[in-house]
């Protein structure tokens, strides 16, 4: 393997010896953090996490390293440090060991992995903070405060899920669905499967049909004047939904699952448990509405 130096753009992965172990490790470690793969020629499962492993830690950008070694030609620091079986992958963070696993992990635990060791780093902490500010400020409806919040994180993070699906909630909510969906692309393709970005497509999918005012007026007359109607109610509840109403909305689907929780083969809850998705699992209607499904789920 071509020996690339961690300094240079994209030099996200190179290989080491025993000699030059404290330089690419535990100094570099001081930098960003550092994965250390103890591998051999000869063993299979290592075959299997190299590649992927390297392509985990390249999509990070340089906030994580990765450092491979050959125990068969250094087995000194691989003594040290108790490898019994490879491969063996030890975490690195300001000059010390903070995590390890053996054993070829899928793509999806290895993420899991970087995530939580990013998550303890100093940077990680102010992103993750930053996130969090974001949230309140969205549900509290200070969208363009939150975008601001949203957008600092992916520039700093571009591949950050939770930023990219919060920051599209932000455009859906001052009604550009269009530049949502074209936010949500920034996660990639193997992200679009993630509950965030899910969330935010269903929302966008619902907006699609939004009444306008007029429209969602003469609905709300409707319900007022034909209180028992649950096929109007579900209309109303369609159309709030649409408008990024989903509180409201929630309400009147409620309303129809307290009266008759099978109603329509189950439709109304159907739709409630879309509305959850789209709204998102931090958002009030989410959260109260869960907890009143389920009291009348088990009453």
Known sequence: ?????????????????????????????????????????????????????????????????????????????????????????????????????????PEGQLRDFISKLLGGTDQGQQLQAAIEEADKLLQGGDVAQAAQYYGAVVEADPKNVAAIAGLARCYLANGDAERASQILDMAGPDKQSDPAIKGVRTAIELSADAPKDDELDALIDKVTEDRSNHALRFELAEALIARGKHKEAADHLLKILADDLAWEDGKAKAKLLELFEAAGPKSPATIEGRRRLSSLMFA
């Open 1 to 105: 393997m071509e020996d690339i130096s961690l300094g240079t753009p994209g030099g996200n992965v190179k290989d080491s010896t025993d000699q030059t172990f404290m330089t690419d490790v535990i100094e570099a470690s001081k930098e960003a953090p550092v994965l250390v793969d103890f591998w051999a020629p000869w063993c299979g499962p290592c075959k299997s996490l190299g590649p992927v492993l390297e392509k985990v830690v390249n999509d990070q950008q340089g906030k994580v390293k990765l450092v491979k070694i050959n125990i068969d030609e250094n087995p000194q620091i691989a003594g040290q440090l108790g490898v019994r079986s490879i491969p063996a992958v030890f975490a690195f963070d300001k000059g010390r060991p903070v995590d390890a696993f053996q054993g070829a992990l």
